[in-house]
Nanobody
Framework: VHLVESGGGSVQAGGSLRLSCEAS????????MRWFRQAPGKERERVAI???????SYADSVKGRFTISRDNAKNTLYLQMNSLRPEDTAMYYC???????????????WGQGTQVTVSS
């Protein structure tokens, strides 16, 4: 199983980035996918989640600025991040948990992360 994030980088406040997460080794379309982030000295935060049917939800801190999406044909997860703020600076991780219908199971597979740095 592999989850490989890409698309991180350094941007100025107000800028945009698009993260990608390529999945392999499991039946991607059967899984809920999540984006997490963790800044130094802070707890890990779940940023967004999307289930196998494409229903998404977001942390209040990113609602209206970030959009999670998935392409099941390409086994790829995305996170479009607009209006970035310095407080969005963190390592961003994608994770996969089985979609069990009414709910998403805890994340079973994790990527290695991609760094996002937003300067003021």
């Amino acid at each position: 199983v592999h989850l490989v994030e890409s698309g991180g980088g350094s941007v100025q406040a107000g800028g945009s980035l698009r993260l990608s997460c390529e999945a392999s080794g499991f039946i991607y379309s059967n899984y809920c996918m999540r984006w997490f982030r963790q800044a130094p000295g802070k707890e890990r935060e779940r940023v967004a989640i999307i289930d196998s049917l494409g229903s998404a939800s977001y942390a209040d801190s990113v609602k209206g600025r970030f959009t999670i999406s998935r392409d099941n044909a390409k086994n790829t997860l995305y996170l479009q991040m607009n209006s970035l703020r310095p407080e969005d600076t963190a390592m961003y991780y994608c994770a996969a948990g089985v979609d069990q219908g009414p709910y998403c199971a805890n994340s079973r597979y994790w990527g290695q992360g991609t760094q996002v740095t937003v300067s003021s």
